[in-house]
């Protein structure tokens, strides 16, 4: 199967490194034979070029995406499905934004579009939701979905270091980017929420719907509570579908020392579904890196290579949130905004809430307007 | 297609509920045509026989035996894949003893054996690895794979309780057979390293091969030590495949409380492969129980019906563990048989070795002939 890779950065050039090593038959049957690189520089073999077209015109069978951004990469994996090629793509971003559009286009060109490393990187996260779902209905899912994020909070908790130090050494080290938002500010796990909901209930929401904070605010301090109390912080990501509708969100959560999720090492990530049969299922690896990210997409080709076929019919949603009822740790500079609902003080401006719902809680935040406020959950 | 059901207990009963509810389209294309029950007052619906005959001579497609032992269960199925039925099996036991024999009758008429159920329940363990090899040679394995002792050993942690205590409660609770052996001496999981060392590496050893150590001699004293230097108690079972060889044994591991395995709880399964792309991959669920266990038969059966193709070639090996390295919490009524290789002496008669290899201590533990003898390893 010929493919044409758009992007040859840290995940397209770790495609072609398990593709040209070729060392089972599934793999030796896949072969890159055109790359679109970003400029002349990059240019180190035939098969590479600057200009798109060399790539979406070609003889190709399949188009693998791992440009990140927006556009162009929109657009070419559109123009490949379109041109009736299957497609696989490595961009959560780009996937959370036209997932409705870029899978009916698919479903239009008899294509098919797997996205195996936008979620949990190398976990095999999307591929064993499809084979749970041969049998159960997926109930809910919760993770650690960010490797950057966990690397910082693993950090602050082991060696009780503070954020902004943390994050500093995190960029040194490449593990998060110049500008963090996307992973310190929950949109990055956001993104991966959504597109787990498409792939767990069927259900498509917009990003903008699912309630999402991060990490940013994070102290010493607040780690230090937590594990005064038995607890380590992680960002969570978690979903459920029920007759009261869908529930999803993105926040930190102190976890008990005994979920097995607090143990989570590193930028490892960790995600686990509730199915109806099955039960609990866990699945925990490297959320990111070049090979472990390059062999989800290469699994998703060869995938395609055996002809998998996927006919789903997906709803449009929006998120409830109805259900979600929790403990919540409150660090903000207008407590007074809580108090209704505070069950503990911790100190000036530090308080544990009796369990709310969620969306009472999002109420007070939005009307408090304080832009520093951090907020975890405290896990029953 | 056409199944003929083998037995109809806990893990069969579960199998009939799950195919019978047809809660998937998947699960919509089998049905149970005929079920082999024990004795005459299991039969309860139109289905059921207690004459093999009548299971195995119907008009169906494929067999699912969930009778446990080894015979007549190994004899029937073996009789099934001689008629060019595929089948699957739940069966570790039967199957850790006839692995070779079946597979080489399976590969002769055509006909596919799978038996996720085998090792760690409902966890997607075999399908998994299956998936990884696509791309990967898998380097090592090692997970929790057994439940009733998990339980065990959780509740001794939990709540400083002592072995016999726990044991007579998982027996009263069902976890745990009358005669427990099987489990708390470590067998049961040596069959699931050893159907896994086949799934994993393609290598067959014989059960007998592989180094097996249990918790029967474990005490409330050996678990606060652990508990005192940050350590959790866990069985653990555990291979390797290198240019050395087949590295594979079975035992207590004093995990460090960091380590994610340290915080499967319950009767839960955990189970971790690493691979050359992929990295490390760690897999968590129910290890056991009648719709979780159900679940990984179905699962097979849809694989089956969907046409899977299994050709493998397997190698016998011997188990080397020559590049077994460890430290080894040991406590013996003679431990002057480990002097040269004690590191700290904890109290009379209970140490800790510096780091030795397996096959070393082994031979030490052959020659003092304690009976009664607790290993651990203490990991790194």
């Known amino acids: 199967m010929k493919i044409g890779l758009l992007g040859h950065g840290v995940v397209g050039g770790g495609v072609t490194a ?13 072969e890159v034979t055109n790359i679109l690189v970003k400029d002349q520089s990059e240019v180190t073999d035939g098969r590479m070029s600057t200009n798109a077209d060399d790539v979406l015109n070609a003889d190709i069978d399949v188009v693998a995406e791992c440009m990140g951004g927006l556009e162009p990469a929109h657009s070419f994996v559109k123009r490949a499905l379109e041109a009736g090629h299957s497609a696989v793509t490595s961009n959560k971003k780009m996937l959370a934004n036209y997932f409705e559009e870029l899978m009916e286009t698919a479903e239009k060109n008899h294509a098919v579009l797997l996205y195996e490393a936008t979620a949990g990187g190398g976990i095999p996260w999307m591929a064993n939701l499809r084979q749970i779902r041969r049998i159960d ?16 909070l693993y950090h602050m908790d082991l060696e009780d270091r503070d954020f902004d130090e943390m994050l500093k050494e995190a960029q040194d080290l490449g593990y998060a980017e110049r500008d963090p938002s996307d992973d310190i500010d929950g949109f990055d796990v956001r993104y991966k929420v959504q597109i787990s909901c498409a792939s767990a209930f069927d259900q498509i929401v917009s990003p903008d719907d699912i309630p999402a904070f991060g990490i940013r605010f994070i102290s010493a301090k607040d780690i230090a509570w937590a594990k005064s109390r038995g607890r380590t912080a992680k960002l969570i990501g978690r979903a459920a ?48 890196g070049s090979l472990p990210t390059a062999h989800a997409v290469v699994q998703d080709l060869i995938s395609i290579s055996e002809g998998i076929e996927e006919h789903r019919h ?67």
């Open 314 to 380: 997906f709803e449009k949603s929006a998120v409830a949130n109805g259900e979600v009822n929790g403990v919540y740790y409150i660090r903000t500079a207008c407590p007074e905004a809580f108090t209704d609902i505070t069950d503990e003080v911790i100190c000036e401006g530090t308080l544990i809430t009796r369990k709310t719902g969620l969306n009472a809680v999002l109420e007070k935040i939005a009307q408090c307007g304080d832009e520093k406020l951090f907020i975890a959950e405290v896990a029953e």
């Open 241 to 288: 579908m029920n007759e009261k509708g869908l529930q999803a969100y993105v926040m930190p959560v102190f976890l008990n020392n005994s979920d097995y999720l607090s143990r989570i090492p590193s930028n490892l990530n960790g995600i686990e579904s509730v199915s109806v049969t099955l039960g609990p299922a866990g699945f925990i690896g490297q959320g990111a």
């Open 137 to 152: 209905r997926i109930l809910s899912f919760r993770g650690i979905f960010n490797g950057t994020t966990n690397y910082i």
């Open 18 to 30: 398990v593709i040209d090593a070729g060392a089972s038959e599934s793999v030796r049957n896949l």
